[in-house]
């Protein structure tokens, strides 16, 4: 009995590193996303863009509502405005996101270090700030959804970008 437990458990842990590649792999992609953010019930905001990743980094570019693009560093993210042509540089320490901790995972272990429970196709990476749950199909992330700090909704569907 107590060796079929053991090796429940070391196939368990086996499933869930397995798992953690998948999930890996799918936040190393490059997307194309459609947000919608959600006030109650009544979506208030539209936004759709791509997002790149890049070795330790990755690139979020709005097209609509408004022109912007945030470049995202280990150390810091600019923020440049096109509409209005302005930039500003914000430092990663002022900042505690775990969507942003999770795409910047440089690699399997240190992603492995984030609280995430995984059920089927859904990992809900929790943090004492927020809750986000990435939907996922084989190795794709197709929506994120969270609360912001202002207790607002944002569903992010996402597609594969090619090319």
């Given amino acids: 009995m107590r060796t079929y437990l053991i090796l429940f458990l070391l196939f368990s842990l086996n499933i869930n590193a397995d798992e953690l590649d998948v999930f890996f792999e799918a936040l ?7 947000e919608i953010v959600y006030e109650n019930e009544l979506a208030i905001q539209k936004s759709n863009g791509e997002i790149i990743k890049k070795k330790n980094k990755f690139e979020v570019h709005i097209k609509q509502p408004f022109e912007e693009s945030y470049y995202v560093s280990e150390t810091e993210i600019d923020h440049i405005d096109h509409d209005l042509n302005q930039k500003q540089t914000i430092p990663m320490e002022a900042i505690n996101s775990p969507l942003i901790k999770a795409f910047l995972s440089p690699t399997k272990a240190y992603l492995n270090k984030l609280d995430i429970e995984i059920i089927d196709n859904l990992y809900l990476l929790s943090a004492e ?3 986000i749950e990435f939907l996922t199909k084989g190795n794709q992330i197709k929506k994120i959804i969270f609360l912001d700090n202002l207790g607002y909704r944002h569903e992010i569907t ?3 970008k090619h090319g």
């Fill in 158 to 160: 996402l597609a594969l």
């Fill in 129 to 131: 700030t927020q809750a």
């Fill in 28 to 34: 190393n992609k490059d997307y194309l996303f459609n």
